[in-house]
Each structure stands twice: as structure tokens, then as C-alpha cells.
């Protein structure tokens, strides 16, 4: 079946040390996108990339990094500079060569937890 | 894009239907209305949009007001499994859009029994 794996679904770190989320999806659509959620919250946009090669910072951007080698991935990396990483990290993608509406349907991975010790 | 307002929660007695309502009083002509619910610690899942027209899918009935100022999502037999956070989004339909949705924090929905 076609869909976004996260991985790891949990994920422990010290203080001062880079992680890296992994993002991979077989739906072959172009745009991806990383939320960040914090506890009773809505979810805010970290980055997105439309194409290969080729990302944006979103609303939050600051301590992360991002990479888009290949289509079907989109790894997040959690840098030392992001004060407050603790939270409930979320990947989607979505069709965006459509031009109807559903080019706005997002499709969303099950999520990966970072808490930072 | 358009800003919505929405409860903050609401309750349904299972099997009942559950309305949920959505405030967009901003919203521009070319702005479709998307439904998502977010189960406990899962990712978020798409439900159904529209622009003008009533639209009804397996999982649910979205009525738009004539005005286009405010909808509401109808699950017509509420169950267990429905409780969830979900969260009403305006947004263009183009693809042109770089598909940056706002998602505010939404009405949890809690089902009874």
C-alpha cells in the first residue's frame, strides 16, 4: 500500500546533539512538508519542498535542516541550535502537479516523537 | 489564506450524528474549505473539502453556507473511533498554491456512550 513512513516513532536525545527524522514516501508526489506539534497544540510548518533539489523555509524554520536528493525522501535534521526540540514531528506530502483542488489533499506519516533528556 | 474559527470541544453521544461547525467570514471566492481529524498521537487525516456545493464522501456530509462564511462537517453515526481532534483549513485549490495549510488547534470532539 501506498504511504509515508517516519521512522523512528520515538526518538531520545541528549542535549547538544544533532538527530535526524527520516521521511520516505511511495505515493510519487511531489511536494513534502515537516509540522512540528507541541502538546495541545495545531501544527506548525518547519519546511516544505515542491520539487527535488529544491526546499523553503516554512514558519519555523530556525535549528532545523533539511535535504531533498530524491523524490521520495525528505529527512529532517533536529540541529543543537533548536532550543526547545522536544515535540511530535510530522511529515506529509501531497499530488502537486494537480491543479484542482486536490492538490491540497495532504497525506500524513504516523508521526515521530522527540524528546530531548 | 482565510482564517477559521472553530470550538475549542464538543461532545456526541455515540451513534448520533455530530455536527461540527466552522467559521471563515474571510474567505476569498477561489478558497476551498478542507476537513482533517487528528486521532490521539497519529498523524493528521483528510476528510473531505469543497468550495460552494454540499459535498458527502463515505466518512462524512460538508454543508457550506450559501455566503461561503461558514461550514459545518457532519458524521452522520458518530462512534467510538471518531474521537479526535479536527480541524477546518481554507485554502486555494491551484496547484500553484505551495499547499502550506495552516492548521489552528481545532474542535476535539469526544463520543460518548
Known amino acids: 500500500d501506498g504511504g509515508i513512513t517516519q521512522s523512528p516513532k520515538y526518538l531520545f536525545r541528549k542535549e547538544g546533539q544533532n538527530v535526524t527524522l527520516s521521511c520516505e514516501q511511495n505515493l510519487n508526489h511531489d511536494a513534502m512538508y515537516w509540522y512540528r506539534q507541541d502538546p495541545g497544540q495545531g501544527l506548525r510548518l518547519i519546511y516544505y519542498s515542491q520539487i527535488v533539489n529544491d526546499f523553503q523555509k516554512g514558519d519555523i524554520a530556525e535549528g532545523y535542516s533539511v535535504s531533498r536528493e530524491k523524490k521520495e525522501s525528505f529527512p529532517l535534521t533536529v540541529t543543537s541550535a533548536q532550543k526547545n526540540p522536544t515535540a511530535f514531528y510530522l511529515c506529509?506530502?501531497?499530488?502537486?502537479?494537480?491543479?484542482?483542488?486536490?492538490?491540497?489533499?495532504?497525506?500524513f506519516g504516523a508521526g515521530s516523537r522527540l524528546t530531548v533528556l | 489564506d482565510a482564517k477559521t474559527t472553530q470550538p475549542p470541544s464538543m461532545d456526541c453521544a455515540e451513534g448520533r450524528a455530530a455536527n461540527l461547525p466552522c467559521n471563515h467570514s474571510?474567505?476569498?471566492?477561489?478558497?476551498?474549505v478542507y476537513w482533517y481529524r487528528q486521532i490521539h498521537s497519529q498523524g493528521p487525516q483528510y476528510i473531505i473539502h469543497?468550495?460552494?456545493n454540499n459535498e458527502t464522501n463515505e466518512m462524512a456530509s460538508l454543508i457550506i453556507t450559501e455566503d461561503r462564511k461558514s461550514s459545518t462537517l457532519i458524521l452522520p453515526h458518530a462512534t467510538l473511533r471518531d474521537t479526535a481532534v479536527y480541524y477546518c483549513?481554507?485554502?486555494?485549490?491551484?496547484?500553484?498554491?505551495?499547499?502550506?495549510?495552516?492548521f489552528g488547534q481545532g474542535t476535539t470532539l469526544q463520543v460518548k456512550p
Open positions: 483549513i481554507v485554502s486555494r485549490g491551484a496547484s500553484s498554491n505551495t499547499g502550506k495549510l495552516i
Open positions: 469543497g468550495l460552494k
Open positions: 474571510t474567505i476569498s471566492g477561489n478558497e476551498y
Open positions: 506529509a506530502s501531497r499530488p502537486g502537479t494537480r491543479s484542482d483542488s486536490g492538490a491540497n489533499v495532504l497525506t
